[in-house]
């Protein structure tokens, strides 16, 4: 579970992570806001030098989990703890924490070197010592050209830049980012996305990211922690999020993932699911299977969604489209509806609506969970 998370870490040279990171434990934390309990017995355990993605949708409590670390909430109950000491009440200016927000809050008046300028100049620092670290977090963010613009002379990406430097400038230990890239068009976003894995890698800074993406979770954290509901559903690297999602609400929210009923009995060290739809019976892994029950719901990713043309099959093409190197169809069996997406292959024929198919499943990757 903890691969990706370690060989990110490992790419950052041990001191300097020992010299500018921090550990972030959030211990059976709950915030509530009078009947409402926007988070509730919340526990996770971020390393130094960790980028960790708090995912989830509106309303998970993402953001709120985010604000406590930061000092801007205070917990109803549970402790924080950064390098091993309680922080619940101590004040937000003095955590000492960079944090980045989706709304830039630059100082229209300043120019782009005297917003970087600013967390030096409150930190007491004066003259040459300000210029060169101002001069190095420009370059950072490949803004040094830009130094003498004001905010509205820069766009909306350059302007993100300026934030993400007016942060890191005086080397926080723990680097919190508050969806900084929502503004952003997806092309930038993406840009924008593989610059600040970089600058991590380079800085060696903790950083907590909250997003609604899944996508830009996956693809930039060490480790996701999934939020529903005030609760954590699941903290693990993005692999693990995507291959064994903890429920069904994972299942459902990290990727594609189409649902099915079964019928489920022991098979030795598998159990059988029989898909009465499909007309299929198969072995899942044992593993994979999440509930006692005789009946469950079996996940699926698309791409183990195999289809083949046949004039009494099972399913009924609803929809396809083609996407160039990959085409995705959906098909449908009854009142149930499962999408296939698969390689496109010089001699990989196309599916249209209306064609009859036959309906394979690699079942050694699907989850089984309770009926809900």
């Known amino acids: 579970m903890m691969t990706g998370r370690m060989e990110s870490v490992r790419d950052i040279p041990e001191a300097q992570v020992g010299r500018r990171s921090a550990g972030v434990s959030v211990a059976n934390v709950s915030k509530s806001y009078g009947a409402f309990k926007a988070l509730d017995d919340v ?23 985010l604000m406590m670390i930061a000092g801007f909430e205070t917990p109803s109950s549970g402790d924080l703890l950064v390098k091993g000491i309680r922080v619940n009440d101590q004040p937000a200016y003095k955590r000492g924490f960079g944090v980045v927000f989706q709304r830039y809050a630059l100082f229209p008046h300043m120019t782009v070197a005297e917003n970087v300028a600013y967390p030096l100049f409150r930190r007491g620092l004066r003259g040459k010592e300000v210029e060169a670290e101002v001069a190095k977090a420009l370059d950072l963010v490949a803004l040094g050209a830009l130094r003498n613009r004001l ?9 993100q830049r300026v934030a993400l430097a007016r942060a890191l400038v005086f080397k926080p230990p723990l680097l919190l980012m508050d969806e900084p890239l929502g503004a952003l068009d997806r092309k930038l976003r993406q840009q924008l996305q593989l610059e600040i894995k970089q600058i991590h890698r ?9 997003t609604h993406d899944q996508e830009e979770a996956l693809s930039m954290a060490d480790r996701v922690a999934v939020l529903e509901g005030g609760r954590l559903q699941q903290f693990g690297s993005p692999r693990d999020l995507y291959e064994s999602p903890a429920s069904a609400f994972v299942a459902d929210f990290i990727g594609e993932t189409s649902f099915l009923p079964v019928v489920l009995s022991p098979a030795g060290t598998d159990i059988n699911a029989e898909i009465a739809a499909l007309r299929i019976r198969s072995a899942i892994p044992i593993e994979r299977v999440l ?12 791409e183990n969604v195999q289809l083949r043309l046949s004039e009494d099959g099972s399913a009924r093409v609803v929809e396809s489209a083609y996407a160039g190197t990959t085409q995705v169809v959906l098909v ?41």
């Open 43 to 65: 526990s996770l355990t971020v390393e130094p030098g960790e980028f960790v993605a708090l995912l989830g949708p509106s309303g998970s409590g993402k953001s709120t989990l």
């Open 151 to 159: 905010p509205a002379q820069l766009s909306g990406g350059q302007q």
């Open 202 to 210: 380079q800085i060696g800074s903790t950083i907590i990211f909250v």
């Open 291 to 302: 509930t006692r029950s005789t009946s469950g719901r079996l996940a699926i990713r698309p």
């Open 332 to 372: 449908e069996v009854g009142d149930v509806r499962l999408l296939s997406r698969s390689q496109m292959t010089p001699d990989r024929q196309l599916f249209h609506a209306g064609q009859r198919v036959e309906v394979d499943l690699d079942t050694a990757h699907a989850m089984v969970y309770p009926i809900e």
